[in-house]
């Protein structure tokens, strides 16, 4: 029995063809004819350098994605929802791509390249209405930074589970920059923390009875550090009622109940007498700034000078960042900081010191965030799976994307993070700030 019209056998010489070869040509033309990765289809036909990464298109879902929203977004779908595989390292796959792009640049194809790639999306039955988004992707409503949103993006991220940030962070809980010894290579991801919460207490010259102010607290590291190690009065707030449950659980298990006041609390809120009479003697804001807001920072810091008695101090830890994507880029504002705004470092002193402050000094910390965001990936990698039985695997994926691209960010300097001192001007009535700030009065409070 013969067939009509037989598919003609590849001759000597000819290439087999596959998804991947009807993909990498067309990638490659809006990368300036470079293709950085090594890319294989579902269909198991590769192509691309030997030597590149390895990224495997697993599903026609993954280029649905990316034709509804090309670019960054489309491929963040992609990747969190298990349509893109990279292989080995994430970390070292995106800074050889990065690299590719800032060596090389990209292009917008022309006539010729759009309608080959037409003809391949109907060829490849990609054609029609898009999935829908992760189910991790943050949706927001109302108005931009009015209480109601702001408390919905930070529960997006921050209500996602304690025992997920458990897994994930040291024993001090701390999901900041930590400081980290240079010359230690072997150093904990805790101690590291530790150092970072003694800096800031010894900046601030904390000592036995002195009134904190923690803005944003987080799961209460700096809050329990200063009341527990410094005897301080801490007063903390925060949008995330897990984290406000946790610090409560945590000061009652080790007897601070009396120096520690955690409230579910918008800072707009605060006002002088919130938490008693009388001024802070200091206050505190370790990389929550990011959350309030272009249009709200220079009311925010305002109102932080009037919460801090003349001569007390304010210590702001905030992450820093320059272009075209002050919230990020639109992985980071729609999966994990929905509604962030970051600025040079420049504007944030000079909006420091229109509010009346006096900034007393600037330490730069970018590449501490390098190592810092590499020890909580090292966690999750090693502990993935029970990430994944914790969060799902969309959230896991979410994660380790978003550590990889994090530490990549501040290693290539293309985000920053710094510690900023500032002082309300005039005399403490307590003599307070004469206290020398690198040997803090220390005091360990017991149960």
């Known amino acids: 029995m013969t067939t009509a019209n037989p598919r003609p056998r590849p001759g000597p010489g000819s290439r087999p063809r596959g998804v991947a070869h009807l993909l990498g040509p067309l990638v490659a033309a809006f990368l300036n ?9 579902w269909d198991g036909s590769e192509t691309g350098p030997q030597d590149a990464p390895r990224v495997t298109v697993r599903d026609r879902d993954a280029l649905r994605h990316v034709l509804a929203r090309p670019g960054e977004l489309g491929l963040s779908r992609a990747y969190v ?58 949706r927001m409503g109302g108005r931009l930074h009015s209480k109601e949103r702001d408390a919905a993006a930070i529960s997006h991220h921050y209500d996602a589970g304690n025992d997920l940030y458990e897994l994930l962070l040291d024993e001090t809980m701390a999901y900041s920059c930590a400081l980290w010894d240079e010359g230690d290579p072997d150093q904990s991801l805790t101690d590291a923390q530790r150092a970072k919460l003694d800096l800031i207490c010894g900046k601030l010259r904390l000592g036995k009875g002195d009134r904190l102010l923690d803005v944003g607290c987080g799961w209460g590291s700096l809050t329990l550090h200063a009341a527990r190690r ?27 109940e009396q120096l520690v006041d955690v409230r579910l609390l918008h800072y707009r809120d605060i006002e002088p007498d919130t938490f008693g009479p009388g001024l802070f003697d200091a206050a505190a ?61 420049g504007e944030t002193v000079g909006l420091l010191e229109e509010a009346g402050l006096e900034v007393r000094g600037v330490q730069a910390m970018r590449e501490h ?26 959230a896991a994926r979410v994660w380790r994307l978003y550590l990889a691209g994090g530490a990549l960010a501040f290693e290539e300097g293309r985000m920053g993070v710094d510690q900023i001192l500032a002082r309300r001007p005039g005399p403490h009535p307590d003599g307070w700030a004469s206290r020398p700030a690198e040997q803090p009065e220390l005091t360990e409070v017991t149960g």
């Not at 060596?103 to 759009?114: A, K, V, Y």
């Not at 449950?245 to 601070?256: C, P, S, Y």
């Not at 965030?369 to 799902?392: H, K, N, P, Q």
């Open 369 to 394: 965030y390098v190592r810092t965001a590499r020890a909580w990936s090292d966690v999750l990698e090693r502990r993935f799976d029970e990430m994944v039985s914790i969060a799902g695997p969309q």
């Open 81 to 138: 929802t298990g349509g893109i595989e990279v292989e080995g390292d994430l970390t070292d796959a995106l800074r050889h791509v990065w690299a590719s792009v800032e060596e090389h640049g990209t292009s917008l194809p022309g006539p010729r390249t759009w309608a080959r790639a037409a003809h391949a999306a109907l060829v490849l039955d990609v054609v029609g209405p898009p999935p829908p988004p992760p189910v991790t992707e943050a």
């Open 285 to 345: 804001s370790v990389e929550m700034g990011e959350h309030v807001g272009r249009d709200a920072y220079a009311p925010f810091v305002r109102q932080l000078h009037d919460l801090i008695r003349p001569g007390g101090s304010l210590l702001v830890q905030q992450m820093s960042r320059r272009g075209a994507h002050p919230g990020g880029g639109p992985f980071i504002e729609r999966y994990i900081a929905p509604d962030m705004h970051m600025r040079p470092l």
């Open 230 to 256: 410094y005897g301080a009065r801490v007063s903390a707030v925060t949008l995330s009622a897990r984290q406000r449950d946790h610090v409560r659980k945590r000061a009652a298990e080790e007897g601070l």
């Open 33 to 41: 004819g470079v293709l950085p990765v090594r890319l294989r289809a």
